[in-house]
Nanobody
Framework: LQVVESGGGLVQPGGSLRLACAAS????????VGWFRQAPGKEREGIAC????????YFADSVKGRFTISIDNTKTTVYLQMNSLKPEDTAVYYC?????????????????????WGQGTQVGVSS
């Protein structure tokens, strides 16, 4: 049982990428799922989270209006659509999922004890 991120890459400023977080061996039913990122020398930060129960979302101010988060109908994949990318968005992006946590708590407290963490996918924004 694990979560696996995909979709990272190198893009120019102003470009777009879509990341995917896939549940392997289970579904995200009754989970809160979130995207985090960690740039070199910085702490991991939560940027976008979604509840599979009511589709409630939470976004960090740094990505509000540029990033969207969604979950597919089978509740096996959560997507992070990233638009208007900036160089400061460069980081390793991680997915996490937890059964007992609200969207705000998951996104504001990057605790390594959540049920699942993925291995991360690298996103680079550079001209």
């Amino acid at each position: 049982l694990q979560v696996v991120e995909s979709g990272g890459g190198l893009v120019q400023p102003g470009g777009s990428l879509r990341l995917a977080c896939a549940a392997s061996g289970f579904t995200f039913d009754d989970f809160t799922v979130g995207w985090f990122r960690q740039a070199p020398g910085k702490e991991r930060e939560g940027i976008a989270c979604i509840s599979s129960s009511d589709a409630g979302t939470y976004f960090a101010d740094s990505v509000k209006g540029r990033f969207t988060i969604s979950i597919d109908n089978t509740k096996t994949t959560v997507y992070l659509q990233m638009n208007s990318l900036k160089p400061e968005d460069t980081a390793v992006y991680y997915c996490s999922a937890d059964r007992k946590t609200s969207v705000q708590t998951l996104c504001t407290i990057p605790w390594f004890g959540y049920d699942y963490w993925g291995q991360g996918t690298q996103v680079g924004v550079s001209s």
